[in-house]
């Protein structure tokens, strides 16, 4: 996976960590549902650029690209183009997210399901001519299984491998050490076996050198230049269709207000916004000749975190964050003093919903809410008594612990994240009158303190998957860094062994209902603990020109977001618009070049970036 992107381990040996489309219910399927329909064929006439005859759609990012390899990939930008050039086995249905085929036109378990059968389906291609089989996908998998290089950006996916064979062109067979509730999505992109086999150091090998790049998924690599740009071609075999534009291209682009100003004039086509358009941006472009706003529910929040002492896999403690937060009951004053709904109205402008649990309300299927007692809801009052409690009590205006000292803290703050710097001031205030000092750190690149676990609060938000498992598992003891100040997945350094023991049984449940219970228990014990308070469900909130877009998926379709979804739909499916008008009949301006844009604003934390499908900055996140 747009909102804030989650860091990727470089830890394969550490935990799964796999995505499943909504629910292990999908899961349990003997075989996959029926592709999602969209027009197949021949793209219809596009517009045409003057010098090249062909139709292209720019996407703008702010994130660099940190590698072209799948194996190394990280970043949101990188984890994106990836899932353009090569196949999964399975994908996510845009209208309800549930598992469909990908490479894989069926999926069955064993009795015990410990073994897992995948029919390969036999009319995918490599874009070089050759034909696509389960021998491509059992050499990644075993690769990952084998060569920790190869396993730095998806290991997790295969940590409860025990074995995986291809018998056959068509049948891949994967067996398992125990049971795992995500096998209907393993996001891994499957690699052209005759062309990796010749890779020597994994660890070193961008695949950014030899054009175009061979891959079997909708757009073709081309070429690509470091912070500057990657440009993609349609693959014309895509085994589910050409895409509608001959070309896509995402070009480094980082002031979202003049890619709005952009989008006024016609210069470019698509904005997303970093991650959504700021309610002045969306307001200044309603009613605008040709330009339609998308708004629907995110699939991110937005929270603060606090460190509980930042800790290596082997308990070893490193850092300087402040030892008051160590307590729960200061964790919890905290989050009493924060008042969410005026954060919603004048922060937010009402483009976002008030934060509860850890999961979106847009999954309903795993979205928790606090009981009345157990609320966490504003009420300063309280949250007074229990610094009181804790030991932290009125000197004059400031709080003093029992060592005499004040009780100060810090915030990271993202520097380009207007709601981070806003919602730091109402902190400021809020927590002010309490007697709580507050600086807020705003940094073009958090990533430096946070993993080395210099802060004590932080602005934080991840995209979440159909399937919770990713952002649950970042909060495992597992996730840990090996050693102080290296990158790892977990989110803020948390390390329990009842959350641990929930987390390996739902991954374990295959019981839809069951699974819902333990995860709402997950849910529950996260926010009991204090470490995380969710603030806010922000909406998506994008534009585009409608007489250059002609239409595009939205995810879901009924009303969902367009930048940031589980899957290729939005550029697979974008058509360019023919003529000039605002009911999408419209030309694509002088030069005849269609051109779309999305703004990503990315801002480094706690290592690294990419959902995301996933997911630090104001973007989403590797899903």
Same mark, same amino acid.
């Given at each position: 996976?747009?909102?804030?992107?989650?860091?990727?381990?470089?830890?394969?040996?550490?935990?799964?960590?796999?995505?499943?489309?909504?629910?292990?219910?999908?899961?349990? =399927?003997?075989?996959?549902?029926?592709?999602?329909?969209?027009?197949?064929?021949?793209?219809?006439?596009?517009?045409?650029?003057?010098?090249?005859?062909?139709? #292209?759609?720019?996407?703008?990012?702010?994130?660099?690209?940190?590698?072209?390899?799948?194996?190394?990939?990280?970043?949101?930008?990188?984890?994106?183009?990836?899932? =353009?050039?090569?196949?999964?086995?399975?994908?996510?249905?845009?209208?309800?997210?549930?598992?469909?085929?990908?490479?894989?036109?069926?999926?069955?378990?064993?009795?015990?399901?410990?073994?897992?059968?995948?029919?390969?389906?036999?009319?995918?291609?490599?874009?070089?001519?050759?034909?696509?089989?389960?021998?491509?996908?059992?050499?990644?998998?075993?690769?990952?299984?084998?060569?920790?290089?190869?396993?730095?950006?998806?290991?997790?996916?295969?940590?409860?491998?025990?074995?995986?064979?291809?018998?056959?062109?068509?049948? =891949?067979?994967?067996?398992?050490?125990?049971?795992?509730?995500?096998?209907?999505?393993?996001?891994?992109?499957?690699?052209?076996?005759?062309?990796?086999?010749?890779?020597?150091?994994?660890?070193?090998?961008?695949?950014?050198?030899?054009?175009?790049?061979?891959?079997?998924?909708?757009?073709?690599?081309?070429? !690509?230049?470091?912070?500057?740009?990657?440009?993609?071609?349609?693959?014309?075999?895509?085994?589910?269709?050409?895409?509608?534009?001959?070309?896509?291209?995402?070009?480094?682009?980082?002031?979202?207000?003049?890619?709005?100003?952009?989008?006024?004039?016609?210069?470019?086509?698509?904005?997303?916004?970093?991650?959504?358009? #700021?309610?002045?941006?969306?307001?200044?472009?309603?009613?605008?000749?040709?330009?339609?706003?998308?708004?629907?529910?995110?699939?991110?929040?937005?929270?603060?975190?606090?460190?509980?002492?930042?800790?290596?896999?082997?308990?070893?403690?490193?850092?300087?964050?402040?030892?008051?937060?160590?307590?729960?009951?200061?964790?919890?004053?905290?989050?009493?003093?924060?008042?969410?709904?005026?954060?919603?109205?004048?922060?937010?402008?009402?483009?976002?919903?008030?934060?509860?649990?850890?999961?979106?309300?847009?999954?309903?299927?795993?979205?928790?809410?606090?009981?009345?007692?157990?609320?966490?809801?504003?009420?300063?009052?309280?949250?007074?008594?229990?610094?009181?409690?804790?030991? !932290?009590?009125?000197?004059?205006?400031?709080?003093?612990?029992?060592?005499?000292?004040?009780?100060?803290?810090?915030?990271?703050?993202?520097?380009?994240?207007?709601?981070?710097?806003?919602?730091?001031?109402?902190?400021?205030?809020?927590?002010?009158?309490?007697?709580?000092?507050?600086?807020?750190?705003?940094?073009?690149?958090?990533?430096?303190?946070?993993?080395?676990?210099?802060?004590?609060?932080?602005?934080?938000?991840?995209?979440?998957?159909?399937?919770?498992?990713?952002?649950?598992?970042?909060?495992?003891?597992?996730?840990?860094?090996?050693?102080?100040?290296?990158?790892?997945?977990?989110?803020?350094?948390?390390?329990?062994?009842?959350?641990?023991?929930? !987390?390996?049984?739902?991954?374990?449940?295959?019981?839809?209902?069951?699974?819902?219970?333990?995860?709402?228990?997950?849910?529950?014990?996260?926010?009991?603990?204090?470490?995380?308070?969710?603030?806010?469900?922000?909406?998506?909130?994008?534009?585009?020109?409608?007489?250059?877009?002609?239409?595009?998926?939205?995810?879901?379709?009924?009303?969902?977001?367009?930048?940031?979804?589980?899957?290729?739909?939005?550029?697979?499916?974008?058509?360019?618009?023919?003529?000039?008008?605002?009911?999408?009949?419209?030309?694509?301006?002088?030069?005849?070049?269609?051109?779309?844009?999305?703004?990503?604003?990315?801002?480094?934390?706690?290592?690294?970036?990419?959902?995301?499908?996933?997911?630090?900055?104001?973007?989403?996140?590797?899903?």
């Amino acid at each position: 996976m747009v909102e804030r992107v989650p860091p990727r381990s470089a830890k394969p040996r550490s935990r799964l960590r796999v995505l499943l489309a909504s629910g292990a219910a999908a899961l349990a =399927l003997a075989a996959g549902s029926v592709v999602p329909g969209m027009p197949l064929g021949a793209a219809p006439q596009q517009a045409q650029a003057a010098d090249s005859g062909k139709s #292209t759609l720019t996407v703008a990012v702010a994130q660099s690209v940190d590698s072209l390899s799948p194996f190394l990939a990280q970043k949101l930008m990188s984890t994106s183009i990836t899932r =353009l050039m090569y196949d999964f086995l399975t994908n996510y249905d845009p209208k309800d997210n549930h598992a469909i085929p990908g490479l894989a036109t069926k999926w069955e378990p064993s009795a015990d399901k410990l073994t897992w059968t995948y029919t390969i389906r036999p009319d995918s291609k490599w874009s070089d001519g050759q034909q696509t089989t389960a021998e491509d996908a059992a050499w990644t998998f075993n690769k990952m299984m084998t060569d920790e290089a190869a396993a730095q950006a998806n290991g997790n996916f295969v940590a409860n491998f025990k074995k995986v064979t291809a018998p056959s062109p068509t049948q =891949l067979v994967i067996e398992l050490k125990e049971p795992q509730a995500t096998m209907a999505a393993l996001d891994v992109p499957i690699v052209p076996k005759h062309v990796w086999e010749k890779v020597g150091d994994f660890s070193k090998f961008n695949n950014d050198k030899a054009f175009p790049i061979v891959g079997n998924g909708p757009f073709v690599v081309t070429d !690509y230049k470091v912070d500057q740009y990657v440009k993609l071609k349609a693959n014309k075999d895509f085994w589910r269709g050409k895409p509608k534009f001959d070309e896509l291209v995402f070009k480094t682009y980082k002031d979202q207000d003049a890619a709005v100003a952009a989008l006024r004039k016609g210069e470019v086509s698509f904005v997303a916004g970093s991650p959504a358009l #700021t309610p002045a941006q969306a307001a200044s472009l309603k009613g605008e000749k040709n330009i339609k706003i998308n708004e629907g529910p995110g699939r991110r929040f937005f929270a603060l975190a606090t460190n509980p002492g930042a800790q290596t896999e082997d308990g070893k403690k490193f850092g300087n964050g402040n030892k008051a937060l160590l307590d729960q009951k200061v964790r919890q004053a905290l989050f009493l003093s924060i008042d969410r709904k005026t954060i919603i109205d004048k922060v937010f402008q009402g483009h976002a919903v008030e934060g509860q649990g850890y999961i979106p309300p847009r999954f309903s299927a795993y979205h928790w809410q606090p009981t009345a007692e157990q609320s966490l809801a504003y009420d300063p009052a309280k949250a007074a008594k229990l610094l009181d409690e804790a030991g !932290y009590r009125l000197k004059g205006d400031q709080r003093v612990g029992k060592d005499g000292k004040p009780l100060d803290l810090r915030i990271l703050c993202h520097a380009t994240d207007p709601n981070d710097k806003a919602i730091g001031k109402y902190l400021k205030e809020w927590w002010g009158k309490l007697g709580i000092g507050l600086k807020v750190d705003c940094l073009d690149n958090v990533s430096v303190p946070w993993y080395a676990g210099e802060y004590d609060l932080a602005f934080d938000g991840w995209s979440v998957n159909p399937d919770p498992d990713f952002v649950l598992g970042i909060h495992t003891c597992a996730a840990l860094p090996a050693k102080a100040k290296d990158s790892a997945t977990t989110d803020n350094f948390i390390c329990d062994k009842k959350y641990d023991e929930l !987390y390996k049984k739902q991954l374990a449940e295959y019981d839809p209902a069951k699974r819902t219970g333990i995860v709402n228990e997950m849910q529950s014990w996260l926010y009991d603990s204090g470490y995380m308070s969710v603030i806010a469900y922000p909406n998506a909130v994008e534009a585009y020109r409608t007489d250059q877009i002609k239409s595009i998926t939205t995810m879901p379709e009924a009303a969902g977001n367009i930048y940031g979804q589980d899957g290729y739909w939005s550029w697979w499916s974008a058509a360019p618009a023919s003529g000039g008008s605002s009911d999408s009949s419209g030309g694509s301006g002088s030069t005849g070049v269609v051109i779309g844009i999305i703004v990503v604003v990315v801002v480094l934390a706690g290592g690294g970036l990419f959902i995301a499908k996933r997911r630090r900055n104001t973007a989403d996140d590797r899903e």
